[in-house]
C-alpha cells in the first residue's frame, strides 16, 4: 500500500498539486515565516498590453461572478493589477475556481451558511510576496483566522501555477478547522492515530519511515493543525474509490485512517450525508 500511495503522490506533485504551503495555526502569524522580498513587473512579460483595459475589464467580469456564485469576496494586492499582470490574474481566477469545484457541493455550501450565520465572508486576497527563487521553499499562502482571510501569494503561484488548487484547499481547511470547527475538539483522536509517532515542528521532511507512513505528505508531519489541512486537500483531491482501495489493502494505515475520521467529522459537523463522501 505504501509504494502505491507513494508513487500517486509523486504524481500528483508532478501534476503541481503537491506544493507545501504554510498555513498559520492560532500561536503563529505571517511574520514569524522571515523576510521576504517582492518581485517587479519586470519579472513578468509585459509585452503585450495594449489591451490591457479589455483584460481588466475580464478580470472584473470574473471577480464578480465568483463571488456571486461562490459567496465570497475576492481581492487583490495593489501590486497585482497592472497591466502586466493581468492575463496571469485571469488564470488564477480560473484556478481558484476549479479549486472551489473541488470541494463537495453540500459541504462547501453549508460551510458557506454557517459562515454567514456568524456574520461573515471568506476573502481570496492574492498578494505578492516571494523569496530569492534559488531558495528551496516559498510561502503559498496562509489563512488569517481574524478577518477569515485565505491569503495566496502570487509569486510562489506564478512558480507553479497549478499549485494554487492545492494552495487554496490546504487553507480552506485551516478556515473550516479554525473558524468553523472547534480546533481542540479532535485533536485527541485524531493524534491518537500517529500511533506514537511525533509532530515534527518543522517545514522540511524529516527522513524517518514513521512519519513517511504515517502522514499523507512531508508537510503534515510539522503540526496537527498542518496535518488536518493537508489530510483535507488530498481528501478531496484524491479519487474516492483509490483511497477505499488504500483502505481495504491496510486499514491500520495512519494517513488513510485519518482521511476516514475526517469524513466522520465533516459529516456531522455540517450536518452532510456520509454519502456523498463515498465511494470510500
Known amino acids: 500500500m505504501k509504494k502505491t500511495l507513494l508513487l500517486f503522490l509523486i504524481l500528483m ?9 504554510y498555513a498559520e495555526e492560532p500561536a503563529l502569524t505571517p511574520d514569524e515565516v522571515g523576510p521576504a522580498f517582492s518581485l ?18 475580464q478580470v472584473s467580469n470574473k471577480t464578480a461572478e465568483l463571488e456571486q456564485m461562490y ?37 462547501y455550501f453549508s460551510a458557506r451558511a454557517q459562515l454567514t450565520a456568524k456574520g461573515k465572508i471568506l ?20 489563512y488569517d483566522f481574524d478577518t477569515v482571510t485565505i491569503n495566496l501569494n502570487s509569486d510562489a503561484l506564478y512558480m507553479n501555477p ?6 487554496f484547499l ?13 480546533y481542540t475538539a479532535f485533536e485527541s483522536r485524531w493524534t491518537a492515530l500517529n500511533g506514537g509517532v511525533q ?18 505528505s ?36 495512519p494517513a488513510i485512517q485519518k482521511m476516514l475520521l475526517l469524513r466522520e467529522i465533516l459529516s456531522e459537523s455540517f450536518s452532510i450525508d456520509p454519502l456523498v463522501f463515498l465511494p470510500f
Do not use: C
Open 40 to 57: 517587479s513587473p519586470e519579472f513578468f512579460n509585459a509585452s503585450d498590453v495594449q489591451n490591457a483595459d479589455e483584460l481588466r475589464q
Open 162 to 167: 497549478p499549485g494554487l488548487v492545492q494552495s
Open 199 to 216: 509532530y515534527t515542528n518543522e517545514m522540511w521532511y524529516v527522513h524517518d519511515e514513521n512519519i513517511a507512513r504515517t502522514f499523507i
Open 123 to 142: 476573502t481570496v486576497y492574492f498578494y505578492q510576496e516571494g523569496k530569492d527563487y534559488n531558495y528551496v521553499f516559498v510561502q503559498a499562502g496562509f
Open 13 to 21: 506533485m508532478l501534476l503541481g498539486l503537491g506544493i507545501n504551503t
Open 71 to 107: 459567496g465570497i469576496k475576492i481581492a487583490f494586492e495593489d501590486n497585482l493589477t497592472g497591466a502586466s499582470y493581468l492575463s496571469r490574474l485571469l488564470d488564477y481566477l480560473s484556478l481558484l475556481e476549479e479549486a472551489i469545484k473541488k470541494i463537495p457541493t453540500e459541504l
Open 218 to 253: 512531508y508537510y503534515a508531519s510539522s503540526s496537527y493543525g498542518e496535518d488536518f489541512a493537508e489530510s483535507f486537500a488530498y481528501f478531496v483531491v484524491l479519487p474516492g474509490d483509490f483511497i477505499q482501495q488504500e483502505a481495504m489493502k491496510e486499514p491500520d494505515n
Open 170 to 182: 490546504h487553507e480552506y481547511a485551516h478556515m473550516l478547522h479554525l473558524t468553523l470547527l472547534d
